[in-house]
């Protein structure tokens, strides 16, 4: 594995001021023995040039947040990270890789959920090249590597958990989004780190069922949510009979036997319950 190694390079400005002293020291040489015919120093005066020339493609350009991975022969000898204009082996291959936070979005995957579900999901990956040699050399191409393997790890995190919560304490993708997010950055970042990257954030950005089984999802969560209002319509109106069963006997109101209590009790839990306001009726007479 290839650790990143940070090299310093010479100041490109004073390597071309170097540079134009020797090509005019060699032009100036040339042309003061050409016509004594000087082979010595002409061929002196031919290598200082050949020597300036060649030295040319070591200067190099680095962008802030970009570094510059260097190369000899097929060896590694180090990355320049700090900006500015340098210069360095006119030998050496010198490689650009960004620095810079980047955004990955994964397309719509359609998988299964934790219950074989489907489901489709999309999630948001920020990242960051942190060691330029693991990138450079462990993987072929590091952009294509964040791509499968986010893509991968959202499907692996899918089919770990359900959509919905059907039971009570149990984790789910649409109601604990704080904590599925978290651990998809870790899931990524398990991934990613072998090839010098590092995962600043991941969050599911697309969520929904599949079209073949919406409707049907959405008529169960409709139904959920009406048998949880019917629980609760039905214990308030329970709590609101014993109230008022029990203000009617302290108070004295009237006497009730167990029938009358039962009749009242029904009465009142019909009215309280339904859906429909009820019809106000007289009763004029007795009900035995």
Request: hydrophobic content about 50%; proline content about 3%; some cysteine.
């Amino acid at each position: 594995m290839a650790n990143e190694i940070e090299r310093k390079a010479m100041n490109g400005i004073a390597a071309l001021l170097i540079l134009l002293v020797a090509a005019a020291g060699g032009v100036f040489l040339f042309s003061r023995n050409v016509v004594e015919q000087n082979a010595p120093m002409l061929a002196a005066a031919g290598l200082i040039l050949l020597c300036a020339f060649v030295s040319l493609p070591g200067f190099f350009a680095v962008q802030p947040n970009q570094a510059k991975v260097l190369t000899l022969f097929g060896r590694y000898v180090g990355t320049v990270r700090q900006p500015g204009l340098w210069w360095a082996n006119p030998f050496l291959i010198k490689r650009s890789i960004s620095l810079r936070i980047r955004n990955f979005e994964t397309a719509k995957l359609k998988v299964n959920d934790k219950g074989s579900n489907p489901i489709e999901i999309g999630a948001i990956v920020v990242w960051q090249v942190f060691d330029s040699a693991e990138a450079m050399f462990e993987v072929d191409n590091y952009e294509d590597y964040v791509r499968v393997q986010s893509e991968s790890a959202v499907r692996t995190l899918a089919t770990s958990y359900p959509y919905d919560a059907h039971v009570e304490g149990e984790r789910s993708l649409s109601h604990n989004a704080a904590e599925i997010s978290d651990q998809l950055a870790a899931e990524v970042q398990a991934r990613l780190e072998k090839a010098g990257m590092k995962v600043l954030e991941a969050r599911i950005s697309h969520l929904a069922y599949a079209p073949e089984i919406a409707n049907a999802m959405l008529r169960r969560q409709q139904a959920s949510a009406i048998i949880a209002a019917r629980g609760l319509i039905v214990e308030g109106a329970v709590t609101m009979v014993e109230m008022a069963l029990k203000s009617i006997v302290e108070k004295g109101i009237v006497s009730l036997d167990e029938e009358r209590k039962a009749a009242m009790v029904s009465n009142l839990l019909v009215t309280l319950c339904a859906e429909q306001p009820m019809q106000p009726v007289v009763n004029t007479g007795s009900i035995y």
